[in-house]
């Protein structure tokens, strides 16, 4: 079945990085446009950022433009997230899935931004 194992994630004071990783599973992950999401603590969970098959077009929500990056490898089934000058307002349970599917999402990778 359709698996997301995410990781990656940690404690880091602000303006550090992060880089995220999903591990997908289950399908052909070179056919599908591929999407981060996170949930921060009391908020429902958003888009983020997401990336076309080959990784030619990447859409970002504005509060990440110009810090985060996504990222793919169709030879390694992986999606990847390179987050820079990470803020509190970044902390939340990343999560990664296929654009356009209901998959069940995976268990996420906290990560905390704090001094």
């Known amino acids: 079945q359709v698996q997301f194992v995410e990781s990656g994630g940690g404690l880091v004071q602000p303006g550090g990085s992060l880089r995220l990783s999903c591990a997908a599973s289950g399908f052909t992950f070179r056919n599908y446009d591929m999407s981060w999401y996170r949930q921060a603590p009391g908020k429902e969970r958003a888009l983020v950022a997401r990336i076309s098959t080959t990784g030619g077009s990447k859409m970002y929500v504005d509060s990440v433009k110009g810090r985060f990056t996504i990222s793919r490898d169709n030879a390694k089934n992986t999606l990847y997230l390179q987050m820079n000058s990470l803020k509190p307002e970044d902390t939340a349970v990343y999560y990664c899935?296929?654009?356009?599917?209901?998959?069940?999402w995976g268990q996420g990778t906290q990560v905390t931004v704090s001094s």
């Open positions: 899935r296929r654009r356009g599917q209901v998959d069940a």
